[in-house]
């Protein structure tokens, strides 16, 4: 029988996963005009998209949804880069092989990490932040294999004056994660080993 906390790894980071996949193929179909005329949705959303062209987009957008005028909308929007865009610059040939590298990396760090988690209580951040970080590098990876770009679609912004920059679910994932992992050595390194008594 597989190790419960390897399976806690797999049911969290797939979840993360699936929600992320389902929210940008929504997206998609809601917030662009990708799927418009095409034989099979699933297809345009796995397969290679077309070269860029309208506003430096491979899919045409339609019009955001407004949640709240002053600080929340739904807008299609396309990432190349990493997290909030860096190194969205730089040239295909370099970020392709970065980023497979930088991802590869992610999982296989996270899995040593979590095989390293004994059960103990004092771990509890870093059981739920391996796998929400690890679900999240999965769900944009998948993306930059598929399409060579992440789909974002959430947008926060104050009175339109200042903005975050466009994320998504797998986005989210990687930064309560992290959050998470943050206080976990906190926690951890303020927790006092006691030492066995001097015979």
Known sequence: MPNRKYVFLA???????????VTKFMTLDALSLAFEGAD????????KAPEAGWDSYHFRPKEA?????????????ENPGAAFGLFRNLPENLRGPLFH??????????????????????????KWGLPLVLGGAIGNYIDRLARGFVIDF?????????YWPAFNIADSAIVIGVGLLVVDSFVRKETKVPTPAAA
Do not use: M, N
Request: charged share 20%; hydrophobic share 55%; aromatic share 18%.
């Open 40 to 47: 099979s949705k699933v297809g345009v959303f796995f397969g």
């Open 65 to 77: 949804v407004t949640v709240s005028d002053s600080f929340f909308r739904f807008r299609y929007a």
């Open 11 to 21: 049911v969290v980071a797939l979840s993360v996963i699936v929600l992320d996949q």
């Open 101 to 126: 590298l930088v991802s590869i990396g992610a999982v296989v760090l996270i899995g040593y990490y979590f095989s390293k988690l004994t059960g103990a209580k004092v771990e509890r951040w870093a």
């Open 154 to 162: 959430i947008e926060a912004h104050w009175f339109d004056k200042a």
